[in-house]
T-cell receptor, first 114, second 111 residues
Framework: DSGVTQTPKHLITATGQRVTLRCSPRSGDLSVYWYQQSLDQGLQFLIQYYNGEERAKGNILERFSAQQFPDLHSELNLSSLELGDSALYFC?????????????FGPGTRLTVL | GQQVMQIPQYQHVQEGEDFTTYCNSS?????IQWYKQRPGGHPVFLIQLVKSGEVKKQKRLTFQFGEAKKNSSLHITATQTTDVGTYFCAASGGSNYKLTFGKGTLLTVNP
C-alpha cells in the first residue's frame, strides 16, 4: 500500500459525458501527478500540482483539467469523453516538487468509455 | 519532446535464467528511475540513478547508468516467479522537469 488513494476504482460511462477522478496523496506529500496508461501509449504524464499550484504540464488534452485543493487532494476532470479516453488513470504523489523526488503511485482508476 | 526507448517489449524466461531490459535516449539524461508494475497493479518505484557510470544493486537486481548518461539497464539474476511484471524506466533531462516513461518490458517467468 503506497498511501495514495484514488476513487473510484472503476468508472463506466458513455461518450460525450464528463467524469471526475479523485486522488488523496500520502500524508505530508505536497505534489500530485496524474498519468494516463493505455496499451498503445504506455504511461503518459498529464499534469503535476505542487502545494495547490500547477507545476508541470504534459500531454494533457484541452478537454481534461485538474486542480489541487487546500487539503492537497486533487481531482482530474475529463469532459466530452471519447472512446479513446478509455484507460487506467494513475495519481502519484511526492514530498517535493522536483522530478528527482520519489513518486508513489495510487491503485488507479480504470475508465471505460462506451 | 524527450523520448526514451525501452527494449525488449516482452521477455519470457525460465525460472533461474537472467533477464535484462535496456533504456536508451538520444539526449543526455539528468536522472533515470526504474519502476515495476505487477499485473493488475500500479507502478512501484525501485531506484533512481543520477551519476554517470553509476551502478546500484538491490539483492538480485543490478541497475546501471551509462557513462554518457544516455542509456540505462536493469539486470535480474536468477529470475523467480515473483519477478513477473512490467519494468519501466523513466527519465528526465536538461530543462525537462517531467518524467518520460519508456513503454516498459513485460517479464514472464516459467516455473
Amino acid at each position: 500500500d503506497s498511501g495514495v488513494t484514488q476513487t473510484p476504482k472503476h468508472l463506466i460511462t458513455a461518450t460525450g459525458q464528463r467524469v471526475t477522478l479523485r486522488c488523496s496523496p500520502r500524508s505530508g506529500d505536497l505534489s500530485v501527478y496524474w498519468y494516463q496508461q493505455s496499451l498503445d501509449q504506455g504511461l503518459q504524464f498529464l499534469i503535476q500540482y505542487y502545494n495547490g499550484e500547477e507545476r508541470a504540464k504534459g500531454n494533457i488534452l484541452e478537454r481534461f483539467s485538474a486542480q489541487q485543493f487546500p487539503d492537497l487532494h486533487s481531482e482530474l476532470n475529463l469532459s466530452s469523453l471519447e472512446l479513446g479516453d478509455s484507460a487506467l488513470y494513475f495519481c502519484a504523489s511526492s514530498a517535493g516538487w522536483s522530478v528527482t523526488d520519489t513518486q508513489y503511485f495510487g491503485p488507479g482508476t480504470r475508465l471505460t468509455v462506451l | 519532446g524527450q523520448q526514451v526507448m525501452q527494449i525488449p517489449q516482452y521477455q519470457h524466461v525460465q525460472e533461474g535464467e537472467d533477464f535484462t531490459t535496456y533504456c536508451n535516449s538520444s539526449t543526455t539524461l539528468s536522472n533515470i528511475q526504474w519502476y515495476k508494475q505487477r499485473p493488475g497493479g500500479h507502478p512501484v518505484f525501485l531506484i533512481q540513478l543520477v551519476k554517470s557510470g553509476e551502478v546500484k544493486k538491490q539483492k538480485r537486481l543490478t541497475f546501471q547508468f551509462g557513462e554518457a548518461k544516455k542509456n540505462s539497464s536493469l539486470h535480474i539474476t536468477a529470475t523467480q516467479t515473483t519477478d513477473v511484471g512490467t519494468y519501466f524506466c523513466a527519465a528526465s533531462g536538461g530543462s525537462n522537469y517531467k518524467l518520460t516513461f519508456g513503454k516498459g518490458t513485460l517479464l514472464t517467468v516459467n516455473p
